[in-house]
């Protein structure tokens, strides 16, 4: 049952003047085996009603479409990327040095060493190759991260924005008062 098939398949979209669906944000992912970490970072980003798209871009397994992904990504539409990868997790990396557009990277867990080594092969980028990376797991923070990008240049998702901070600190206050109780 795979929520993806395809990046059209399951973009949430927006419409240009061509009334062609735009997804602003691409989020990878190396294998579908990553879906159950990487889902969290699309549901935010829905929640926050961003338009983006969904594929399995694989490093090692599908070099040239992870190139091709990289290198179309912004003529496409796309302005952040969030790129998810586990164990050797080439594929933020690789794709940040292909396109411009901002990458940032979410350390998936595998079975054998906690995350630690996808975080460790995302995060060790050579100076000049950049990605953001969060932490191991971290998907609904890169979603968030790509949501600040574009809320930078959108005054209704920095509204969203506000309000979605506003919302973390009333329920810290609501369960400090929980505990108090
Ligand atoms: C990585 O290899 C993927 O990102 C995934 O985390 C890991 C294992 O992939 P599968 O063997 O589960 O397909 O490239």
């Not at 970490?37 to 338009?51: E, H, K, N, T, Y």
């Not at 794709?95 to 996808?118: F, I, K, M, N």
């Not at 950049?130 to 209704?156: Q, Y």
Request: charged letters at 20%.
């Amino acid at each position: 049952d795979t929520p993806f098939t395809s990046p059209t398949d399951d973009a949430v979209a927006s419409v240009d003047s061509s009334n062609r669906q735009v997804p602003l944000v691409g989020v990878v992912m190396g294998s579908d085996s990553d879906w159950n970490v990487m889902s969290d970072a699309v549901q935010i980003l829905r929640d926050f009603g961003v338009p983006c798209e969904v594929d399995v871009v694989s490093a090692h397994r599908t070099p040239q479409k992870m190139i091709d992904y990289g290198t179309s990504a912004r003529e496409r539409g796309l302005k952040v990327i969030i790129a998810g990868a586990g164990g050797a997790a080439h594929l933020p990396g690789m794709l940040a040095a292909v396109t411009t557009l901002p990458v940032v990277g979410v350390p998936v867990p595998l079975g054998r060493l906690d995350g630690l080594d996808s975080l460790l092969s995302i995060v060790q980028m050579p100076a000049g190759v950049p990605v953001a990376t969060v932490s191991i797991g971290g998907a609904r923070n890169a979603g968030l991260i790509a949501i600040k990008v574009l809320a930078t240049s959108d005054d209704s998702l920095r509204i969203k924005l506000d309000d979605y901070m506003v919302s973390l600190a009333a329920q810290v206050e609501q369960k400090s008062r929980d505990l108090q109780a």
